[in-house]
């Protein structure tokens, strides 16, 4: 198969999986994630079980699939930040990027932050991913620090781990508080809260 076919067929099924996902989710937030089974999606979108799992692994991967490689969009926004800028403050806008398009979901975004954080399944699957994101995220701000090669990756290993903990806080907030406003000055008084442990 030439690249361009590849291309295609890898295309194809990422549109089928976003089906599959979008339709999920809807079944999800109308029904609840428990209640609705693999049957449920398959026949809402219109396949048999195996053909639904032909595209997706799992029930938790219809809703935190697409989420696994948010980590090297945070990456690749640090990257090209630009060099004068503090690695802290590299890493804090990349992170507020990401809460930026997130925020732009708007009710809906909200709905799915609460089922994420509400439902014991998917927080142990999106756990996963955050592991990823911290992993992927971390060389990008190692490379910025100043500290010797030895020291870098633990640094920035903190780094990472402390704003996106405040990531986390400030969406539990957004997402249940409907007078709690909007998602990013929530991000930044979170970060402004735990301050740059690096000095950086």
């Not at 693999?38 to 029930?59: I, N, P």
């Not at 909200?110 to 439902?119: F, M, N, Q, V």
């Not at 249940?176 to 000095?199: M, Q, Y």
Request: charged fraction near 25%; hydrophobic fraction near 45%.
């Amino acid at each position: 198969m030439t690249e361009i076919g590849a291309g295609i067929r890898d295309a194809q099924r990422g549109a089928v999986r976003g089906v599959i996902a979008q339709r999920a989710m809807e079944l999800f937030l109308e029904r609840g994630y428990e209640e609705t089974t693999v049957d449920d999606v398959a026949a809402a979108v219109g396949v048999s079980v195996r053909t639904v799992f032909r595209y997706v692994a799992s029930k938790e991967e219809m809703v935190v699939g697409a989420m696994g490689d948010l980590g090297l969009d945070i990456a690749d926004r640090i990257a090209t930040s630009p060099l004068s800028s503090r690695p802290w403050a590299a890493l804090v806008a990349g992170v507020e990027g990401f809460a930026h398009d997130l925020e732009s979901g708007g009710d809906a975004a909200r709905a799915r932050s609460r089922l994420l954080a509400s439902t014991p399944q998917l927080r142990g699957a999106l756990a996963e991913k955050r592991q990823r994101w911290q992993d992927d995220i971390t060389p990008a701000v190692a490379q910025r620090l100043e500290e010797p090669a030895r020291e870098r990756e633990l640094c920035a290993r903190a780094m990472v781990a402390a704003v996106l903990a405040c990531l986390d806080v400030a969406v539990a907030r957004w997402a249940f508080d409907a007078h709690s406003g909007r998602l990013i000055p929530l991000f930044r008084t979170a970060v402004e809260a735990v301050g740059d442990p690096s000095g950086k």
